[in-house]
């Protein structure tokens, strides 16, 4: 089989990139998600095995259906205020590393992108994007594969973490034969996937189950979609975290009479994150109108507005203007 997509050219070109530097930066995006924090943890695993000094530098708060991680103790502020090599994973924005990071890579002498979200807009060394990949991970796993560089037990189960999320358990239309090549070696290389399914799907905490419960109980359904909106207030009142909500939006698509769903998450200081799913209609179009990205079936923006109601009306009326 046609064991992956990069070119040898940028394969080699990572490996220089990666010998020459003395120190490396690892960039977690902003609410990093598992595919994020299995790709980039799992990389500095390996290039420390290989004798690289490696950072995953970020300032957000893991949400805490992640905190199983191993390696999770590595991400942390940055200890420098520049590096040698900089990478962004799962991104290629600066405003997906938040603006805290910002001059940190702006400062670093050299950068690299792994991304298999398209549209990025970043000009660094190396870029490395692959939207045929249904995870960063993967691509983490093709370079780490073809160079033979070290892959132990925490380095397989963070890359089978990535895996397993950003594709739904293997659920979605872009996973390849490939994507199964990777996840059998992963697994005899010591990934434990049982344990990753229990803390993953299995160790939803009550609270969380009643705080998607009525996300979903204030859906609007109308023209073969749904939209829902998740206040701070709403997060509050359930004790949990904004990050508890990801699941309900391919609740919602799941349902048989929706073909797209809309959630819409309050933040501080006027930002609101849109997330979108749809079974066939292409939303990353939608997304990328709004200053966002992703993928067909998967993509999100953020609209900035002066209170909840008006992000609401507005987020509302661009689904209105779907047609599916």
Same mark, same amino acid.
């Given at each position: 089989?046609?064991?992956?997509?990069?070119?040898?050219?940028?394969?080699?070109?990572?490996?220089?990139?990666? $010998? =020459?530097?003395? &120190?490396?930066?690892?960039?977690?995006?902003?609410? /990093? $998600?598992?595919?994020?924090?299995?790709?980039?943890?799992?990389?500095?695993?390996?290039?420390?095995?290989?004798?690289?000094?490696?950072?995953?530098?970020?300032?957000?708060?893991?949400? #805490?259906? @992640?905190?199983?991680? /191993?390696?999770?103790?590595?991400?942390?502020?940055?200890?420098? #205020?520049?590096?040698?090599?900089?990478?962004?994973?799962?991104?290629?924005?600066?405003?997906?590393?938040?603006?805290?990071?910002? /001059?940190?890579?702006?400062?670093?002498?050299?950068?690299?992108?792994?991304?298999?979200?398209?549209?990025?807009?970043?000009?660094? %060394?190396?870029?490395?994007?692959?939207?045929?990949?249904?995870?960063?991970?993967?691509?983490?796993?093709?370079?780490?594969?073809?160079?033979?560089?070290?892959? %132990?037990?925490?380095?397989?189960? @963070?890359?089978?973490?990535?895996?397993?999320?950003?594709?739904?358990?293997?659920?979605?239309?872009?996973?390849?034969?490939?994507?199964?090549?990777?996840?059998?070696?992963?697994?005899? @290389?010591?990934?434990?996937? =049982?344990?990753?399914?229990?803390?993953?799907?299995?160790?939803?905490?009550?609270?969380?189950?009643?705080?998607?419960?009525?996300?979903? =109980?204030?859906?609007?359904?109308? #023209?073969?979609?749904?939209?829902?909106?998740?206040?701070?207030?709403?997060?509050?009142?359930?004790?949990? =975290?904004?990050?508890?909500?990801?699941?309900?939006?391919?609740?919602?698509? %799941?349902?048989?009479?929706?073909?797209?769903?809309?959630?819409?998450?309050?933040?501080?200081?006027?930002?609101?994150?849109?997330?979108?799913?749809?079974?066939?209609?292409?939303?990353?179009?939608?997304?990328?109108?709004?200053?966002?990205?992703?993928?067909?079936?998967?993509?999100?923006?953020?609209?900035?507005?002066?209170?909840? #109601?008006?992000? &609401?009306?507005?987020?509302?009326?661009?689904?209105?203007?779907?047609?599916?």
């Amino acid at each position: 089989m046609n064991k992956g997509k990069i070119s040898k050219e940028k394969v080699d070109k990572f490996l220089e990139l990666v $010998d =020459q530097a003395e &120190t490396i930066a690892i960039a977690s995006h902003v609410n /990093p $998600d598992g595919d994020n924090l299995g790709s980039s943890l799992g990389l500095r695993r390996s290039l420390e095995l290989y004798d690289k000094n490696v950072e995953v530098i970020g300032f957000d708060t893991i949400d #805490d259906y @992640l905190l199983f991680l /191993p390696e999770i103790d590595h991400y942390k502020k940055p200890s420098m #205020d520049s590096y040698d090599l900089f990478m962004f994973l799962d991104c290629s924005e600066f405003a997906r590393i938040g603006e805290k990071l910002g /001059p940190v890579a702006k400062a670093s002498r050299k950068s690299l992108v792994l991304d298999h979200h398209v549209g990025g807009s970043l000009k660094t %060394d190396l870029d490395i994007v692959l939207d045929t990949a249904p995870a960063t991970c993967q691509i983490v796993f093709e370079l780490l594969d073809r160079l033979k560089l070290p892959i %132990d037990r925490d380095v397989a189960s @963070l890359l089978y973490t990535g895996l397993c999320t950003d594709t739904n358990r293997f659920l979605y239309s872009n996973v390849t034969e490939y994507t199964f090549y990777m996840a059998g070696r992963l697994l005899s @290389l010591g990934a434990e996937s =049982q344990y990753i399914y229990r803390n993953l799907y299995q160790s939803k905490p009550m609270k969380v189950m009643k705080f998607e419960t009525e996300i979903m =109980q204030n859906a609007i359904f109308f #023209d073969k979609k749904a939209y829902s909106v998740v206040s701070k207030e709403l997060v509050e009142k359930h004790g949990v =975290q904004m990050g508890d909500a990801e699941n309900v939006i391919s609740l919602l698509r %799941d349902i048989d009479e929706v073909e797209v769903a809309m959630l819409l998450k309050e933040y501080d200081n006027g930002e609101y994150k849109v997330s979108l799913r749809s079974k066939d209609y292409d939303v990353s179009k939608i997304a990328r109108a709004n200053g966002g990205g992703g993928h067909i079936k998967a993509s999100g923006f953020t609209i900035y507005a002066k209170c909840l #109601d008006e992000a &609401t009306k507005k987020a509302f009326d661009m689904l209105k203007e779907i047609d599916v």
